[in-house]
């Protein structure tokens, strides 16, 4: 059973350029959250996607980023017209139950480290 | 108050040392812990679960008192290979559904 898998593992792009991330959850998971964090910080929630859904995205910055999880393929975290401070690791995490509620645990992906010029 | 608060540390500690962390939570309504680990420019890890009634893995003990809201990790007899982050996650009922993240616990053990 592979783990989450997320592509690209490092991506560098220009300011003003557009970052899209992709991560594909466990085997049998439905439920998928990204992270972002900066260096020497903690993981901050950004937002939690069920199939189809967006359940919670209270910490995604309201312009330039978006995030899906389609019926087929994976959930992709897109960052328009990047800044500098974008510059992070963007980690995602899949569970099989409601994480929050149920105390399933979440599974993380190795990371898309994201830099811009 | 932060939700969930940890020393970051870092602890400085020599091989077979007994090390412990504490993790405070506000929301006396959080349900589950858990404890994770994170290497430098690494993924987080799942650690160990915190049960009400405390448990052990090997040389990991967690422990959770919801009376003072806290949970805490024991590492006994330290390894060079348990240098890292240790990071507490507390997830709450109520309608939320997003497991909150410490800061995280740095450890450096050393020969």
């Known amino acids: 059973n592979a783990g989450v898998m997320q592509n690209p593992r490092h991506l560098v792009r220009r300011r003003g350029q557009e970052a899209r991330l992709r991560c594909s959850p466990m085997k049998g998971h439905s439920h998928v959250y990204w992270y972002r964090q900066l260096p020497e910080e903690g993981l901050k929630f950004m937002v939690y996607l069920q199939k189809e859904n967006i359940i919670d995205e209270s910490g995604m910055p309201k312009e330039r980023f978006s995030a899906e999880f389609p019926k087929e393929g994976p959930s992709i975290l897109r960052i328009q017209q990047v800044v500098r401070g974008d510059s992070a690791a963007y980690f995602c995490?899949?569970?099989?139950?409601?994480?929050?509620?149920?105390?399933?645990?979440?599974?993380f992906g190795p990371g898309t480290r994201l830099t811009v010029l | 108050r932060k939700e969930v608060e940890q020393d970051p540390g870092p602890f400085n500690v020599p091989e077979g040392a007994t090390v412990a962390f504490n993790c405070t939570y506000s929301?006396?309504?959080?349900?589950?812990f858990f404890w994770y680990r994170q290497d430098c420019r690494k993924e987080p890890k799942l650690l160990m679960s915190?049960?009400?009634s405390g448990n052990e893995d090997g040389r990991f003990t967690a422990q959770l008192n919801r009376a003072s809201q806290y949970i805490s990790l024991l590492i006994r007899d330290s390894k060079l290979s348990d240098s890292a982050t240790y990071l507490c996650v507390v997830n709450s009922s109520g309608g939320s559904y997003i497991p909150t993240f410490g800061r995280g616990t740095s450890l450096i053990v050393h020969p």
């Open positions: 915190v049960y009400s």
């Open positions: 929301n006396s309504a959080s349900q589950s």
């Open positions: 995490a899949s569970s099989l139950g409601l994480a929050g509620v149920r105390g399933d645990t979440q599974y």
